[in-house]
C-alpha cells in the first residue's frame, strides 16, 4: 500500500510518518517541499506517487492571522482538500483529512456530535468547513477526523508555550470560559493508523462508508485547568500562581468558540477504540520534554 502524507513537519504530520509506516510505503512531504497552495505541485507529486492512500495533515493554522489573509487560509484549508478529493475519486484511492472544533459556533451546552449544525465564527473555521464541503462534493472515499486544541512535545503549542512563560513568570493569567479537551497529537496519529488499517479491510470487503468523526481525547477542562495541569505536571518552574481570567480579559483578531467540546462516540462506535483522557496523555507527553 502506498501512503501520500502532506504536512509531515506539522504536530500531527510528524507523528503519522511513525505510526503509518507498518501499513504501508509513506511518502511524506512538509510545506518545505511541497506547498498546497500550488494546485500545480501537488498534481505533479499526486501523478508521481500515485497513492493508494491519501493523508492530508497539512493546514493553515494561523487562527488569527486568517482574518487578514484570507487568500492563502482558503488556498490551504479549503481548495487543496477539494483538489486532493478530486484526485483521490479519479484514482480509486482513501483521503484521510483532519478538520477542527472551530466549524462550530460553541454556543452548544453540551458536548458537539458530528450531526450538529455547524458556524464557524471566523475566516479559519469558514477555510476549514469549506475543506470539508469540498471532500464530500468529490465524492472519494474519505475520513474526516475533527479534532481540537493539540499540542505535542515538539513545534509552537500551547503546552510548549506555557512551559516557556512559567519558567520566566511568576503568575500566568490563562482563559478560563472556553472548554475543549486537549488533544496529543500522538494520540490523533494513532488513533487514524488504527482507523486506516479498518478502512481498508472495509473497502476490500466492499463495505467502507465515508464520514465525519470527532477524535479528541476524552474528558474536558478550560486553558486555565490545562495550563494549571501542565505547571503540575512539570514541577520547579518559576511560576507561583496560574490566574483565571475570562476571554474578555484576553482579546485577539479572531473569535474561539466558548464550548469545543467533542462527542467521540461515533468514533468509537465506528473503529472500536476508546481514546483516553487527556490528563493520562499529557503526563506522557510532559516525560518527553526534557527539564
Known amino acids: ?147 481540537s486544541w493539540v499540542y505535542s512535545a515538539r513545534g509552537a503549542n500551547f503546552l510548549r508555550t506555557i512551559l516557556r512563560v512559567a519558567a520566566e513568570r511568576e503568575e500566568l493569567r490563562v482563559v478560563a470560559d472556553q472548554i475543549g479537551a486537549p488533544t496529543w497529537a500522538r494520540l490523533i496519529a494513532e488513533a487514524t493508523a488504527h482507523a486506516l488499517r479498518q478502512a481498508m479491510q472495509e473497502r476490500s470487503g466492499g463495505k467502507f462508508a465515508s464520514g465525519v468523526f470527532h477524535l479528541a481525547a476524552a474528558g474536558e477542562t478550560s486553558w486555565h485547568g490545562f495550563a494549571s495541569a501542565i505547571v503540575a505536571g512539570r514541577g520547579g518552574l518559576r511560576v507561583k500562581a496560574v490566574t483565571p481570567i475570562t476571554t474578555a480579559e484576553y482579546p485577539l483578531p479572531a473569535p474561539r468558540p466558548a464550548n469545543s467540546r467533542l462527542d467521540t462516540g461515533a468514533f468509537r462506535a465506528r473503529f472500536g477504540l476508546a481514546l483516553p483522557d487527556w490528563r493520562d496523555c499529557l503526563q506522557l507527553c510532559l516525560e518527553e520534554i526534557p527539564q
Request: aromatic fraction near 6%; hydrophobic fraction near 45%; proline fraction near 4%.
Open 1 to 147: 500500500m502506498k501512503i501520500l502524507l502532506f504536512g509531515k513537519d506539522g504536530q500531527v504530520g510528524w507523528e503519522l510518518q511513525r505510526t503509518l509506516l507498518p501499513l504501508g510505503r509513506v511518502a511524506a512531504f512538509g510545506h518545505g517541499e511541497l506547498d498546497l497552495a500550488d494546485a500545480a505541485a501537488v498534481r505533479r507529486k499526486l501523478d508521481e506517487v500515485r497513492p493508494d492512500v491519501i493523508v492530508n495533515a497539512a493546514a493553515y493554522t494561523a487562527v488569527d492571522k486568517a482574518e487578514c489573509e484570507l487568500e492563502l487560509a482558503g488556498a490551504v484549508n479549503a481548495a487543496a482538500p477539494a483538489l486532493l478529493a478530486q484526485a483521490a475519486a479519479q484514482r480509486g484511492a482513501l483521503l484521510i483529512h483532519y478538520s477542527t472544533d472551530y466549524v462550530y459556533d460553541g454556543a452548544k451546552a453540551a458536548p458537539y456530535v458530528e450531526t450538529d449544525p455547524t458556524g464557524p465564527l471566523g475566516a479559519y473555521g469558514r477555510s476549514k468547513l469549506a475543506g470539508e464541503e469540498g471532500i464530500r462534493a468529490a465524492g472519494c472515499d474519505h475520513l474526516i477526523f475533527r479534532t
